[in-house]
Each structure stands twice: as C-alpha cells, then as structure tokens.
T-cell receptor, first 113, second 113 residues
C-alpha cells in the first residue's frame, strides 16, 4: 500500500504567523484530504483537495485561513494562516484508495503561543 | 444528519480480558463503516471495515459486524494485549457520491499487564 508522510512532524509557532504543512504520498492518488484533530477530540474534515481544481472546504473553514495547494497527484500543502492559540491542533492529511479506504499521514502537531 | 456515537473512555482492562467498544451511527442511505486505531504519537491506521449490512470486518483479532437493524458497529476482541493500548475511532462514509468521512469522538483503551 502507498506510504504517506508529513512535514513538519511538530512545530511551535507564534501567534500571527503562518505555517505550511506538506503531505507527500509515494504513489499517485486522486483525492487527498486535510483534517484537524483538536486536543482530546475527534477528527474534523477541513477540506478535500483534488489535483487541478480548487479545494472544497467544509463548513466553518475558509480558504483565506487554510489555503491548500495540490500541484500534482502525489503532493499537497495546507497553510495555517495568521495563527492564534485556538489553531493548536494535530493536522492530518489522508488519501482515498480505489477500495474506498482512507489512509492517514502521521500528523503535524502544531502549538501556537 | 449523519453522525457517529462512541462509548466514552477511557476503558481500562487487564491483559487477556474481553473488549467491547460500542459504536452506533445515524446516516441516510447505506454507509460504509470503519474502525481506525491511533497508537500514541502516531497517525490513524485503518483497523477494519464493513461495507454492507451483516458484513463482518476483522483484523489483528479485532472484529465488528455491521448491524443495520440496530445501526451499530461494535468493536470486539477476545483477549486484549498491552500493545492494544490506543485510541479507537469509529467512522462512517456516507454512500451517495461523497467521500466524506464522519468520525466518532474516539475511545481510549488502556490495557494493564
């Protein structure tokens, strides 16, 4: 099965700054997803990223705050912009297989001070 | 709307005890159902799945049966090990043309030697 990696694995950032998280899959995939997992809580879908089109955002998430790029079939980035402490979370990327399963990256643990 | 409800944790068991983690769902149509596991410091891993009523998913000694009449997908294991200590997430994917997953809040399992 495909391997999915994320960088950075963790970061501590100051409020008002931005962080870009990279997600790399070792094979071509059509659909990639970005999730947020706040401390002690479940996963919330931020957006779906398809190559060649703009990301589709879920209710409560906007492109200005979480711009996403999907330049090719193996790579995506999520930027967390103008961060505040409320953005402290684990951010996970995932992809969907032809068998309708989702595989997740190891996550990026973000702390905003 | 679509939702997943899991039993609250933490669940603490002795090694070799029987495990049940309850999961019920609300969904339109015929969703696919999944259990994911998150080991400490790692991302989510697919544990098992079932795509239609009465299907039984199984992996690593864990089982869950898709019960449409009770809208449930309870996770069971006959004899847990310390290495099973993790957070377990129940999830559904709605069936009609979307790949959106909805996750439960997760149940933390702690197995004592």
């Amino acid at each position: 099965s495909a391997v999915i990696s994320q960088k950075p694995s963790r970061d501590i950032c100051q409020r008002g700054t931005s962080l870009t998280i990279q997600c790399q899959v070792d094979s071509q995939v059509t659909m990639m997803f970005w999730y947020r997992q706040q401390p002690g809580q479940s996963l919330t879908l931020i957006a779906t990223a398809n190559q060649g089109s703009e990301a589709t955002y879920e209710s409560g998430f906007v492109i200005d705050k979480f711009p996403i790029s999907r330049p090719n079939l193996t790579f995506s980035t999520l930027t967390v912009s103008n961060m505040s402490p409320e953005d402290s979370s684990i951010y996970l990327c995932s992809f969907k297989t032809g068998d309708d399963e989702q595989y997740f990256g190891p996550g990026t643990r973000l702390t905003v001070t | 709307g679509n939702s997943v409800t899991q039993m609250e944790g933490p669940v603490t068991l002795s090694e070799e005890a029987f495990l049940t983690i309850n999961c019920t769902y609300t969904a339109t149509g015929y969703p696919s159902l999944f259990w994911y596991v998150q080991y400490p410091g790692e991302g989510l891993q697919l544990l098992l799945k079932a795509t239609k009523a009465d299907d039984k998913g199984s992996n690593k000694g864990f089982e869950a049966t898709y019960r449409k009449e009770t809208t449930s997908f309870h996770l069971e294991k006959g004899s847990v090990q310390v290495s099973d200590s993790a957070v377990y997430f129940c999830a559904l994917r709605v069936s009609s043309g979307t790949y959106k997953y909805i996750f439960g809040t997760g149940t933390r399992l702690k197995v004592l030697a």
